[in-house]
């Protein structure tokens, strides 16, 4: 006869969860709500008077050609950041993992550049490719290439890819590495042995393996590409020239603050968080079912 084990009630568990369930709603649930609310109004400068318009500011934004073209324009900066920063940060992983001697001096100094503040890091950037004092484009004009991202929509978009890429390559370090380290040695070099190469290896046996981590790091960096590169784009060419560089963050940003369009802002940033959502969706969705665990 089976006996069931029936636990005395304790609040424990709910004492133990409730910081993180109370920071939830305090900085998550609250501010989400009261942006889907105010994308519904209209409000003057002041916050003196407001209308409600229900999709009208939703509808503005379908009908702005600026708003619909930042779209195209977050997503090839997202993807192009996300690539960049996963693939550099693969590549060290792999090197660091086959040093022997200084490793631990090595290691840290890949991760250091990410104790580095957004702003901090958009500019370190400025400074190296200013037109004027910077040593890039000093280099650069020798070779006979002008360089001037102040005027030039494309220099200022690969800047600002290249600056946030750096940014995340040491946080994708640091999970590769992890990965990659636990990993048996036995599996590599038994594979070493039957006479595969190292580049053999690694596409064969540690690239699959560490398809979690990839999967991982994929959510992780798409969202910060989305959401935490606003600093460095605001350091280094404030959306511009010509809005080049607007984001779909930035914008929002942009006609909050600086226009001071609430409205407008509050659907921008609806919109903004519903599109991160189902991108996650659908990469938990579709993507994950490529990867091994």
């Not at 407001?50 to 500011?57: L, R, S, Y």
């Not at 940014?167 to 590599?188: D, E, G, H």
């Not at 935490?228 to 605001?234: D, L, S």
């Not at 607007?246 to 929002?252: D, I, R």
Request: charged share 10%.
């Amino acid at each position: 006869m089976l006996k069931r084990v029936h636990f005395p009630a304790s609040i424990l568990p709910y004492l133990l969860v409730a910081p993180q369930v109370i920071v939830t709603l305090i900085f998550f649930i609250w501010p989400a709500s009261q942006a889907v609310y105010q994308s519904f109004l209209i409000e003057d400068a002041f916050g003196l008077s407001t209308e409600f318009v229900w999709f009208e500011n939703f509808t503005y934004l379908w009908d702005d050609s600026h708003y619909r073209s930042s779209f195209g324009r977050t997503i090839f900066f997202s993807a192009c950041v996300a690539f960049l920063s996963m693939a550099f940060a693969l590549i060290l992983a792999g090197f660091a993992d086959r040093v022997i001697r200084g490793s631990t001096v090595y290691r840290t100094l890949l991760i250091w550049p990410y104790a580095v503040a957004p702003v901090l890091a958009g500019a370190l950037f400025l400074f190296m490719f200013n037109p004027t004092i910077g040593i890039f484009p000093f280099i650069l004009e020798k070779i006979g290439y002008g360089w001037n991202h102040y005027l030039n929509g494309g220099q200022a978009m690969f800047l600002v890819i290249i600056a946030a890429a750096w940014k995340q390559v040491a946080y994708n370090f640091l999970f590769y590495l992890a990965a990659m380290q636990s990993i048996p040695r036995s599996i590599t070099e038994a594979a070493a042995i039957d006479g595969a190469g190292p580049i053999r290896r690694f596409a064969t046996i540690i690239f699959p393996l560490i398809s979690p981590t990839t999967f991982f790091l994929l959510v992780i960096n798409a969202t910060y590409a989305f959401f935490e590169t606003f600093g460095i784009i605001h350091a280094v060419t404030q959306g511009g020239p010509a809005n080049s560089t607007t984001t779909l963050v930035y914008k929002v940003y942009n006609d909050g603050f600086v226009g001071l369009d609430l409205g407008g802002s509050a659907a921008q940033s609806v919109i903004l968080m519903i599109l991160v959502i189902g991108m996650t969706v659908i990469q938990f969705r579709f993507i994950e079912k490529r990867v091994q665990y």
